[in-house]
């Protein structure tokens, strides 16, 4: 069946939330608002739900329009629940009590949200801490919960939000034990679609497997991200699979697959991408466009540890890839040359990997206190500039795309151009791309993989040959026996 709520999970971030402000500002409570049910424009159908990624990691809580509460003073926790009318029993069923509530999500006390203003009044609180910032990928705001008689407490909305952003930055064992489920639902997808490649005439089809696999065999309803299945051309869009490229391009056997889509478990996110050719079999061209991916990736997971800067790790990962295209004969002159003048961002506009939890996305790349957004051109788009922790969960996710534009803009630039080939980058005009993503897991010594898959050609190949082709297969157990890189 379906996982139920972990529940100890979030009374430990709770209990790491607390622990954090009693430094500060011992006498306050924390008063956070869950989210709400948003229609499709002015119908009646509504989106499927998704909890508000805040109040999901405190609580766990499923439902929408909740309200929660924590007494830093006393470590006591407290959900408010909407009051809703009797008629809900017959559309929606059994209509949730406090004491259901309580049990089901293992905080203190439940109440009802039209109890806040009373509730806080007998507490009593010195301060009450609002959740109000901004996210450093979205660039979007989170706004302060609302509630009666709110300017009757003296209220902060500027404390909480690095906290608890810092908080999540560093995952608990049993998040990480959340984390590595979403990745084996979605490794034991990504295998299965791999060997049914040539069933499949459309790349929406692939999804559809995907997603098939995922809740079929891993009970996982959603996935954590909008599901990219690109092949051919289509692999040097970035962010395909949106409503503008919906995943509709017929699949040709000469094409390259690349297939970046994570399943979300308990609330936590997975984000994998493989590539592969669709015949099975790497042409000499597929080849040294993977393998140049491939080695950047490998020397990124066999260097990640404490105290090594993601920015550093970057710079490798170019460093390497750059260097093997280089010997390939696609480029010519100096590495480190290149990476300065910006091409390395040429042909891998994006950031090397993200923070990665409860949102795809994770926060705490930029925050108070950790290093700034990289200025230069090839950096900038770095999701964080942090060094590395025990306990961070990143992706690695090295790429090489062949991006029309962007390869115009560089042969047009009298600097760049030196370094490219001319009459060798043209061939993989049309190629598309080539991108390998892994979730690790920082440990003390070095980083684990926890998204383990045929990687390199070899491997792929031989999956790729196996006779039980397309099959629907039980769950791997990769989570349980991680690949360790020391």
């Given at each position: 069946?379906?996982?139920?709520?972990?529940?100890?999970?979030?009374?430990?971030?709770?209990n790491?939330l607390?622990?954090?402000?009693k430094?500060?500002?011992?006498?306050?409570?924390?008063?956070v608002?869950?989210?709400?049910?948003?229609?499709?424009?002015?119908?009646d159908?509504?989106?499927?739900?998704?909890?508000?990624?805040?109040?999901?990691w405190?609580?766990?809580?499923?439902?929408?329009g909740?309200?929660?509460?924590?007494?830093?003073?006393?470590?006591?926790?407290?959900?408010?629940?909407?009051?809703?009318p009797?008629?809900?029993?017959t559309w929606?069923?059994?209509?949730?009590?406090?004491?259901?509530?309580t049990?089901k999500?293992?905080?203190?006390?439940?109440f009802?949200?039209?109890?806040?203003?009373?509730?806080?009044?007998?507490?009593g609180?010195?301060?009450v801490?609002?959740?109000?910032?901004?996210?450093?990928?979205?660039?979007?705001?989170?706004?302060p919960?609302?509630?009666?008689n709110?300017?009757?407490?003296?209220?902060?909305?500027?404390?909480?939000?690095?906290?608890?952003s810092?908080?999540?930055v560093?995952?608990?064992?049993?998040?990480?034990?959340l984390?590595s489920?979403?990745?084996?639902?979605?490794?034991?997808?990504?295998?299965?679609?791999?060997?049914?490649?040539?069933?499949?005439?459309?790349?929406?089809?692939?999804?559809s497997?995907?997603?098939?696999?995922?809740?079929?065999?891993?009970?996982?309803r959603?996935?954590a991200?909008?599901?990219?299945?690109s092949?051919?051309?289509?692999?040097?869009?970035?962010?395909?699979?949106?409503?503008?490229?919906?995943?509709?391009?017929?699949?040709?056997?000469?094409?390259?697959?690349?297939f970046?889509?994570?399943?979300?478990?308990?609330?936590?996110?997975?984000?994998?991408?493989?590539?592969?050719?669709v015949?099975?079999?790497?042409?000499?061209?597929?080849?040294?466009?993977?393998?140049?991916?491939?080695?950047?990736?490998?020397?990124?997971?066999?260097?990640?540890?404490p105290?090594?800067?993601w920015?550093?790790?970057?710079?490798?990962?170019n460093?390497?890839?750059?260097?093997?295209?280089?010997?390939a004969?696609?480029?010519?002159?100096?590495?480190?040359?290149?990476?300065?003048?910006?091409?390395?961002?040429?042909?891998?506009?994006?950031?090397?990997?993200?923070?990665?939890?409860?949102?795809?996305h994770?926060?705490?790349?930029?925050?108070p206190?950790?290093?700034?957004r990289?200025?230069?051109?090839y950096?900038?788009?770095?999701?964080?500039?942090?060094?590395?922790?025990?306990?961070?969960?990143l992706?690695v996710?090295?790429?090489?795309y062949?991006?029309?534009p962007?390869?115009d803009?560089?042969?047009?630039?009298?600097?760049?151009?030196?370094?490219?080939?001319?009459?060798?980058?043209?061939?993989?005009?049309?190629?598309?791309?080539?991108?390998?993503?892994?979730?690790?897991v920082?440990?003390?010594?070095g980083?684990?993989?926890?998204?383990?898959?045929?990687?390199?050609?070899?491997?792929?190949?031989?999956?790729m040959?196996?006779?039980?082709?397309?099959c629907?297969r039980?769950?791997?157990?990769?989570?349980?026996?991680p690949?360790?890189?020391?």
């Open positions: 069946g379906l996982p139920p709520v972990p529940k100890e999970v979030h009374a430990k971030n709770r790491k607390v622990g954090r402000i430094e500060v500002a011992p006498n306050s409570i924390v008063l608002k869950g989210g709400y049910l948003i229609n499709h424009y002015n119908t159908t509504v989106y499927q739900y998704r909890q508000e990624s805040y109040f999901l405190l609580f766990g809580v499923r439902e929408p909740f309200y929660g509460l924590v007494d830093v003073k006393t470590g006591k926790s407290v959900l408010f629940i909407p009051r809703l009797e008629e809900y029993a929606m069923g059994p209509i949730p009590t406090p004491a259901f509530v049990e999500y293992g905080v203190s006390e439940t009802y949200v039209d109890q806040i203003d009373n509730f806080l009044s007998e507490l609180p010195e301060s801490l609002l959740l109000n910032g901004w996210n450093t990928d979205s660039n979007l705001e989170i706004k919960a609302e509630f009666p709110r300017h009757g407490f003296a209220v902060n909305s500027s404390m909480l939000y690095p906290i608890i810092e908080c999540r560093i995952k608990s064992p049993e998040e990480i034990e984390i489920k979403a990745c084996a639902i979605s490794c034991t997808a990504h295998k299965y679609v791999m060997q049914a490649i040539t069933k499949c005439q459309f790349e929406y089809q692939v999804e497997l995907f997603q098939n696999s995922c809740y079929f065999v891993g009970g996982s959603t996935t991200y909008t599901n990219n299945c092949t051919g051309c289509n692999c040097s869009i970035l962010h395909y699979g949106d409503a503008g490229a919906p995943n509709s391009k017929q699949i040709l056997p000469g094409d390259m697959c690349l970046d889509m994570g399943a979300s478990h308990s609330g936590y996110a997975s984000d994998i991408t493989i590539s592969f050719p015949s099975g079999k790497f042409t000499k061209e597929q080849k040294t466009i993977y393998e140049a991916v491939l080695f950047a990736r490998n020397a990124v997971i066999n260097s990640a540890k105290g090594v800067s920015v550093d790790m970057h710079i490798l990962a460093k390497v890839m750059l260097t093997e295209l280089t010997e004969g696609i480029l010519t002159g100096n590495v480190d040359e290149m990476i300065e003048a910006g091409l390395s961002g040429i042909l891998q506009p994006h950031g090397l990997g993200h923070l990665l939890g409860i949102d795809v994770d926060v705490g790349g930029y925050l206190n950790t290093p700034p990289p200025k230069q051109s950096l900038k788009n770095l999701r964080t500039a942090r060094l590395l922790e025990e306990g961070m969960v992706t996710e090295p790429g090489c062949f991006i029309d962007l390869l803009r560089a042969l047009a630039d009298e600097y760049l151009r030196k370094f490219i080939n001319k009459d060798e980058i043209s061939k993989y005009r049309g190629f598309g791309g080539v991108r390998i993503e892994d979730v690790v920082i440990t003390k010594t980083c684990t993989v926890l998204s383990p898959l045929p990687r390199t050609v070899e491997e792929i190949e031989a999956w040959k196996q006779t039980d082709k397309g629907l039980p769950l791997d157990k990769h989570y349980q026996t690949v360790v890189y020391k």
